[in-house]
C-alpha cells in the first residue's frame, strides 16, 4: 500500500517569513495529492490540491509543487501569517475512479509567530 | 446545509462499555469514511462506505464495526470499549466524481 512521510512534525516561523512542508510518497499509482489545514478542535479542511498531469499549482499565498520522478510534493507557504498557525496534512491517492482511499501524512504544526 | 455533523461532541466510557458515534451529511455524498486522529499519527482510516447498504474495512478496523443503513449517516460503533481506543474521531464524506472530503468537527473520546 501506500506510505506517505510528511516533514518536518513541528515548523516555527516568523510572520511575514516563508514555511515548506515536504511529503514524499511511495506508490507510483497514486497521482492525487491534497493538502489540509487543521485548526484546533476543528476537523481538516482541504487548502490546495495537485493532480499528477500539473508540477505546480498556486492560490494566492499557497502553492504546492510535485515531482513525480522523486515522488515529493511540498506545500509552501508565503508571507505567514499568525492565523496560519495550524496543523497541515498532506495525502495521497489514485484518482477516484473506485474507492478513494487517501493515506496521510503525520502532520505537520506550523507555529506562526508575530 | 449544515455539511458534516457529529455526534456527540464528547463522551467519556469506562472500559468494556459501548457506544455509537453518528456522522451525519446533507451533501448527498456517495462517500463516507470513519477515521481515527492520534498524537503524532495523523489520519488513519477505521471503515469507508461507499453508497448506501455498503462498508469496507480501512487500516486500523479491529475493535470497531459500522453501519450505513441510510445514505445521509455512517455509524461507527464500539462494542467493548479499550483504552486504547481513546482518540479523537473525524467523519469525512465525498461525492463519487470529486476528490475533496468534507471534514466533520470531530468527537473526542475518552476510554478509562
Known sequence: ?114 | NAGVTQTPKFRVLKTGQSMTLLCAQDMNHEYMYWYRQDPGMGLRLIHYSVGEGTTAKGEVPDGYNVSRLKKQNFLLGLESAAPSQTSVYFCASKTGIKETQYFGPGTRLLVL
Open chain 1, 1 to 114: 500500500g501506500e506510505n506517505v512521510e510528511q516533514h518536518p512534525s513541528t515548523l516555527s516561523v516568523q510572520e511575514g517569513d516563508s514555511a515548506v512542508i515536504k511529503c514524499t510518497y511511495s506508490d507510483s499509482a497514486s497521482n492525487y495529492f491534497p493538502w489540509y489545514k487543521q485548526e484546533l478542535g476543528k476537523g481538516p479542511q482541504l487548502i490546495i490540491d495537485i493532480r499528477s498531469n500539473v508540477g505546480e499549482k498556486k492560490d494566492q499565498r499557497i502553492a504546492v509543487t510535485l515531482n513525480k520522478t522523486a515522488k515529493h510534493f511540498s506545500l509552501h507557504i508565503t508571507e505567514t501569517q499568525p492565523e496560519d498557525s495550524a496543523v497541515y496534512f498532506c495525502a495521497a491517492s489514485p484518482r477516484s475512479g473506485g474507492s478513494y482511499i487517501p493515506t496521510f501524512g503525520r502532520g505537520t504544526s506550523l507555529i506562526v509567530h508575530p
